[in-house]
Nanobody
Framework: QVQLVESGGGLVQAGGSLRLSCAAS??????????MAWFRQAPGKEREFVAA????????LYADSVKGRLTISRDNAKNTVYLQMNMLKPEDTAVYYC?????????????????WGRGTQVTVSS
């Protein structure tokens, strides 16, 4: 079993920055064998893909709406994946979820990911 715990959410003004973290753990869990991703869900909307990163960090994938503003990265020594969020907009307001899957590839489809955190709230005021 894999546990994912997100942190770093909060309230920020438009144009500001936040850094989300997702700490992964589990019995016999090897973080470096998992692709990691961030998704988000705004009130009244479906969960949507934000960014994903491969095992070693060499491949990343982003939603068009966040390219150039949000950056996903990982530290395999710390079993942690990050989402650096710059130039935030009110439309970025959502609960942000971390997801993991033991796959060599990266995907933007939520159903491809087997493990999920409980989420962290990000609110961007105008």
């Amino acid at each position: 079993q894999v546990q994912l715990v997100e942190s770093g959410g909060g309230l920020v003004q438009a144009g500001g920055s936040l850094r989300l973290s997702c700490a992964a753990s589990g019995h016999t869990f090897r973080f470096s064998n998992y692709a990691m991703a961030w998704f988000r869900q705004a009130p009244g909307k479906e969960r949507e893909f934000v960014a994903a990163i491969s095992w070693g960090g060499g491949t990343t994938l982003y939603a068009d709406s966040v390219k150039g503003r949000l950056t996903i990265s990982r530290d395999n020594a710390k079993n942690t994946v990050y989402l650096q969020m710059n130039m935030l907009k009110p439309e970025d307001t959502a609960v942000y979820y971390c997801a993991a899957d033991s796959t060599r590839l990266v995907y933007s489809t939520a159903s491809r990911y087997n493990y999920w955190g409980r989420g962290t709230q990000v609110t961007v005021s105008s």
